[in-house]
């Protein structure tokens, strides 16, 4: 089939269950065998570390439909190695960059048929993930961990054709030098969600951070780098 002879399955940047998610459980000190499961819903306890103390890690990245129908995957092994830098400043066990790799190759292909056609600037798009998990009361690393890749069909991150959009200073830090700044970590996005709010109430699709030591240079937009 070429790349261009199917339906898109994308809502704009709206979450589109796929068929297959992949799964990988740390208990005992060891990884255990990733397996694909149809059930994107996740059953842990309570007290998990990443409910209370954001023990988490997760990465983005897409995979593009060619002319020719095949698939095409960009740099994801740099982002295996961003992936393990992330995991490894929260205290959590690393994934190998093989495995990662293998774990989004195995979830994409289990997906193929909602990588959106060639040529209509959409794509599938992968999110691999870590979480703490484990009855775990103090504030201390997980017993165990749940590694999880899940994807879906999207267009633009921002409404509409991909276009300039209008974006506002935010008057708050989004991660203080010497924190988690360097990783990609879910509480980093937490602490920007108020700025991201509040631009759009103000009519900009997004806010920029700047540098939180001397507030003079661009850092990066809410949702992404930022590139002048």
């Not at 799964?23 to 007290?47: C, K, P, V």
Request: charged share 20%; with cysteine; net charge neutral.
């Amino acid at each position: 089939m070429r790349g261009y002879d199917m339906i898109s399955k994308a809502n704009g940047f709206k979450y589109v269950k796929a068929n297959q998610v992949y799964m990988q459980h740390y208990r005992n000190g060891a990884w255990e065998e990733g397996y694909l499961t149809e059930s994107d819903r996740f059953t842990i306890a309570g007290t998990s570390t990443s409910l209370h103390y954001g023990q988490e890690a997760f990465e983005g990245l897409k995979a593009y439909r060619r002319q020719d129908g095949r698939l095409q995957l960009f740099r994801v092994e740099d982002n295996a190695k961003r992936f393990q830098t992330s995991c490894a400043y929260l205290m959590m066990p690393t994934i190998t960059v093989e495995n990662f790799v293998e774990a989004v190759k195995k979830t994409v292909l289990a997906n193929a048929d909602f990588v959106p056609p060639y040529g209509n600037n959409e794509s599938l798009y992968i999110r691999p993930f870590m979480i703490g998990v484990g009855d775990n009361l103090g504030l201390r690393p997980a017993p165990e961990y749940i590694f999880s890749v899940i994807v879906s069909p999207v267009g633009s991150y921002f409404d509409g054709e991909i276009k300039p959009v209008d974006m506002i200073v935010s008057e708050f830090d989004r991660a203080a030098p010497h924190g988690t700044g360097h990783v990609k970590v879910g509480g980093n996005y937490a602490a920007s969600l108020r700025s991201q709010v509040l631009a759009r109430e103000k009519g900009f699709a997004d806010a920029i951070f700047l540098d939180p030591k001397t507030h003079t240079k661009i850092e990066e937009a809410g949702a992404a780098n930022f590139f002048g």
